[in-house]
């Protein structure tokens, strides 16, 4: 006979199960070491401003934004899911939006992709707007000649397709490295957790939070010239088209996710 508890069925989040392990997500902390292709680029400040709730500001530099690359592998803190490859890598596509509260810079993400499922649920319950798309980007190569060295003249490429259709593109040639981080990588994120209307009467406000994050890691950043495309999602997506391009970044990153913080 089985044994049951008074409790029912739980989990950190569904499916819910009698043991709870059958979660899709397992609860924070969750590590992350990644390797990202960057473009710093501007926005028409006025659209910009469009993306940004009320107790958001666009800062001191309105219209600054970034294209975001990256390939990703995870773990909750037992590191359970790393000889499981196929569960803990993948890839994802930021669009970035630099903004204060109360004086305070972040960088609002206002669009989202991501390859795989659990990222994707994971980024809902952050508040981050992520979609399902495939992403690509130039892995550096060692050895051989089927890829770019993390040295001058390295040529690094990133994509982004929706529904069979390119949506982003973009090019980083690498100079040389730089000491500091690009600025919207090095900011605290702000998102908006949403909670659809579904049992009429009740309505849920949207929770402005930000993310607690630990450990953080840089490689040595390469930076250069860069280029960036966006070739169309929706109409609002084409609003945060690039009006100049700034430089670009390749590095590697790593972080601990702990939880979130309401603001």
Same mark, same amino acid.
């Given at each position: 006979?089985?044994? !049951?508890?008074?409790?029912?069925?739980?989990?950190?989040?569904?499916?819910? /199960?009698?043991?709870? !392990?059958? /979660?899709?997500?397992?609860?924070?902390?969750?590590? %992350?070491?990644?390797?990202?292709?960057?473009?710093?680029?501007?926005?028409?400040?006025?659209?910009?401003?469009?993306?940004?709730?009320?107790?958001?500001?666009?800062?001191?530099?309105?219209?600054?934004?970034?294209?975001?690359?990256?390939?990703?592998?995870?773990?909750?803190?037992?590191?359970?899911?790393?000889?499981?490859?196929?569960?803990?890598?993948?890839?994802?596509?930021?669009?970035?939006?630099?903004?204060?509260?109360?004086?305070?810079?972040?960088?609002?993400?206002?669009?989202?992709?991501?390859?795989?499922?659990?990222?994707?649920?994971?980024?809902?319950?952050?508040?981050?707007?992520?979609?399902?798309?495939?992403?690509?980007?130039?892995?550096?190569?060692?050895?051989?000649?089927?890829?770019?060295?993390?040295?001058?003249?390295?040529?690094?490429?990133?994509?982004?397709?929706?529904?069979?259709?390119?949506?982003?593109?973009?090019?980083?040639?690498?100079?040389?490295?730089?000491?500091?981080?690009?600025?919207?990588?090095?900011?605290?994120?702000?998102?908006?957790?949403? %909670?659809?209307?579904?049992?009429?009467?009740?309505?849920?406000?949207?929770?402005?939070?930000?993310?607690?994050?630990?450990?953080?890691?840089?490689?040595?950043?390469?930076?250069?010239?860069?280029?960036?495309?966006?070739?169309?999602?929706?109409?609002?997506?084409?609003?945060?088209?690039?009006?100049?391009?700034?430089?670009?970044?390749? %590095?590697?990153?790593?972080?601990?996710?702990?939880?979130?913080?309401?603001?």
């Amino acid at each position: 006979m089985r044994p !049951t508890t008074a409790a029912g069925p739980h989990g950190y989040s569904l499916p819910l /199960s009698p043991s709870g !392990t059958a /979660s899709m997500l397992t609860p924070p902390p969750w590590h %992350f070491s990644g390797n990202v292709v960057m473009v710093d680029y501007r926005v028409d400040p006025a659209e910009a401003g469009r993306f940004l709730p009320p107790e958001l500001t666009p800062g001191p530099d309105p219209g600054a934004a970034a294209a975001v690359f990256a390939e990703w592998q995870w773990c909750s803190a037992s590191g359970a899911e790393l000889p499981d490859p196929g569960r803990t890598q993948f890839t994802e596509f930021l669009v970035l939006l630099a903004c204060t509260h109360r004086d305070r810079p972040m960088a609002r993400c206002c669009y989202a992709w991501v390859d795989s499922a659990v990222p994707l649920v994971r980024g809902w319950v952050q508040g981050m707007p992520k979609q399902f798309g495939e992403i690509h980007q130039t892995r550096p190569a060692a050895v051989g000649r089927a890829g770019p060295r993390l040295a001058g003249g390295g040529r690094f490429h990133g994509t982004v397709s929706v529904h069979g259709r390119r949506v982003a593109e973009a090019a980083v040639t690498l100079e040389g490295r730089v000491d500091e981080p690009p600025a919207l990588h090095a900011v605290p994120l702000v998102h908006s957790r949403v %909670f659809p209307d579904w049992v009429a009467g009740v309505s849920h406000p949207a929770q402005l939070v930000t993310s607690e994050v630990t450990d953080v890691e840089f490689s040595d950043i390469w930076a250069g010239r860069a280029d960036l495309r966006f070739l169309g999602a929706d109409d609002d997506f084409g609003l945060l088209a690039p009006v100049e391009v700034g430089r670009g970044y390749v %590095f590697s990153y790593a972080e601990t996710l702990c939880g979130g913080t309401l603001l």
